[in-house]
């Protein structure tokens, strides 16, 4: 270690620690073993460690590529329609790639969904219900979906599932993670970055307890959301299709060097965890009185400062940013979230590190 690298340690229990490399407020390397759990910040840098070291993960036998989920969104629906028909280009040896239309009644009317949104439903609440003849149809596919790919937490889960999706927000490629502890898709996310480059490609953490949801994703044992735009909905454009197109090859070939025995050092990634949404003003008819300000709007991922501008109202006041610190607002003025009220999601910058990944069984 040169003498300008400092080496700083955090004790995390008696189980184990974390030990960071870094110079200056650069991260350079993380080397785990035992078992961690902590969010600490150190020279200027969010990190989360939440790892348990093994001998080696199972391998990669059954993936799912997901489109449709909503139906107007249609890189995934006409992805996966191509797949189904010819499906060269996702065939990995020893390993069985199912693509799916997730929701085909939405898809063939190109809407988000017919009774309620599937993306929503896949908690124990909804997939508990009786098929009754009055049960959202939605919801009997939930069902469906849970069953075939599934149960979620079981040994017969399948490993991964990509789920495809658009937004009409600036949000260029994103990945969609759900777990800050999920070794595999933290490694996966950093080989996909790489290949991508010097395309960006974002990764949006999805644990917080408050704002986390039952994804159609979440029955697998490794969900990866894929999120690309801004595309509007119900239509397709051939810059955002090769975005998400190419995000899966680079899973799936991720996948196959991770079968094959390719061992993965421990690495670390930028990511934005989620904290809460922003809703859009209302007067108390429920009518919007505000709306994105022009001076935030298209700027996904970039820092929101107090005093900021946030929202205009109709009558062209400024609605400021108030919070104590700055942010990173994403899903901004996306069109499927106004009967949500949901004016843009609120994050914050983080890095999160992954242990030694290595195959347990090379076949």
Request: aromatic share 8%; hydrophobic share 35%.
């Amino acid at each position: 270690m040169s003498a300008a690298m400092k080496q700083v340690t955090i004790q995390t229990s008696s189980l184990g620690s974390a030990a960071l490399s870094s110079q200056g407020n650069d991260f350079v390397r993380a080397v785990l073993w035992g078992h961690t759990e902590v969010a600490e910040s150190i020279k200027g840098h969010n990190f989360i460690l939440k790892m348990a070291d093994s001998p080696g993960t199972p391998p990669v036998k059954r993936v799912a590529i997901f489109g449709g989920t909503h139906g107007n969104e249609l890189s995934g629906v006409y992805l996966v329609k191509h797949w189904l028909k010819e499906n060269e280009e996702i065939t990995r040896s020893g390993v069985e790639v199912t693509p799916f239309i997730a929701n085909p009644r939405a898809a063939e009317k190109c809407v988000r969904y017919i009774d309620v949104d599937l993306n929503r439903v896949f908690d124990p609440q909804h997939l508990g219900k009786e098929n009754t003849p009055d049960l959202p149809y939605e919801v009997r596919r939930a069902k469906e979906i849970h069953s075939r790919f599934g149960p979620k937490g079981s040994d017969e889960a399948y490993d991964v599932i990509f789920d495809l999706h658009n937004t009409t927000s600036h949000m260029g490629s994103t990945l969609i993670l759900e777990d800050s502890s999920d070794a595999f898709v933290i490694q996966m996310s950093n080989y996909i970055k790489a290949c991508m480059a010097p395309l960006q490609c974002m990764v949006l953490l999805l644990d917080h307890p408050g704002m986390k949801y039952s994804t159609t994703r979440s029955v697998s044992k490794h969900p990866v959301g894929v999120e690309v735009g801004p595309q509007a909905h119900g239509v397709l454009r051939a810059d955002i299709l090769d975005q998400m197109r190419m995000i899966v090859k680079h899973g799936l070939d991720f996948i196959q060097y991770f079968n094959e025995g390719k061992g993965f050092a421990p690495c670390s990634i930028d990511a934005y965890k989620v904290l809460q949404k922003v809703e859009y003003p209302r007067d108390e008819n429920g009518d919007l009185t505000a709306c994105i300000h022009k001076k935030l709007q298209d700027r996904d991922w970039q820092e929101l400062n107090p005093g900021d501008p946030m929202f205009i109202t109709i009558d062209g006041q400024e609605i400021t940013y108030e919070g104590e610190s700055t942010i990173h607002p994403t899903f901004i003025n996306e069109a499927a979230y106004y009967e949500k009220n949901h004016a843009f999601t609120k994050t914050k910058k983080v890095t999160i590190v992954a242990r030694n990944l290595r195959c347990s069984l090379v076949q």
